[in-house]
């Protein structure tokens, strides 16, 4: 599934961007930005931005187990 038209981004590219950049550090604040920044490209309309907020907080959630109040 693309989530950003202008780059192209699929929602399993962005997962993986977020899982590596908690891999380095756990508990580094993630942004859109963040996330574009490591895969070496940028926002352009940034509309895609509201739902890669929603991808970084799925991702953050798996792997911060309790972070979503699940615990
Ligand atoms: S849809 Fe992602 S920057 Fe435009």
């Known amino acids: 599934m693309i989530v950003c038209q202008c780059n192209i981004l699929s929602k399993a590219e962005i997962e ?11 508990w580094r604040l993630i942004v859109p930005s963040t996330v574009y920044h490591a ?6 309309c940034c509309g895609c931005f509201p739902d890669v907020v929603e991808i970084i907080g799925e991702v953050t959630a798996r792997m911060r187990p309790g972070e ?4």
């Not at 993986?16 to 756990?26: K, Y």
């Not at 979503?68 to 615990?71: C, F, L, N």
């Open 16 to 26: 993986a961007a977020v899982e590596q950049l908690l891999a380095q550090d756990p």
């Open 39 to 44: 895969m070496r490209m940028r926002g352009r």
């Open 68 to 71: 979503a109040g699940d615990g």
